[in-house]
């Protein structure tokens, strides 16, 4: 199997920063995009941020400019630091990551178990 563990979520006052990582572990032959979704309370889950393999990012218009996502592909880890804070990014914080696990085989998405990021104002 494959798993994703995510951490670094927690309290901050609006304006401050976070980091956020996500380590892929297990069977990995693989891992082709990565990125981060949200879910806040009586919300749908939405997309924030996606990194290819390649390094192309792409961002939700609400986080463009606030939010950086990166990673390593050697520890096979996603990052999103989070700058300038904002009381509605409060939200469960779920990574994912397309992974292959053997050659020859497809792509399946995995997630994490998600962490929770909370915004004071």
């Known amino acids: 199997q494959a798993q994703l563990v995510e951490s670094g979520g927690g309290l901050v006052q609006a304006g401050g920063s976070l980091r956020l990582s996500c380590a892929a572990s297990?069977?990995?032959?693989?891992?082709?995009?990565m990125g981060w979704y949200r879910q806040a309370p009586g919300k749908q889950r939405e997309l924030v941020a996606t990194v290819t393999t390649g390094s192309s990012t792409n961002y939700v218009d609400s986080v463009r400019g606030r939010f950086t996502i990166s990673r390593d592909d050697a520890k096979n880890t996603v990052y999103l630091q989070m700058n300038g804070l904002k009381p509605e990014d409060t939200a469960v914080y779920y990574c994912n990551a397309q992974i292959r696990r053997r050659v020859g085989s497809v792509f399946n998405t995995y997630w994490g178990q998600g962490t929770q990021v909370t915004v004071s104002s």
């Open positions: 297990g069977t990995i032959f693989s891992i082709n995009a």
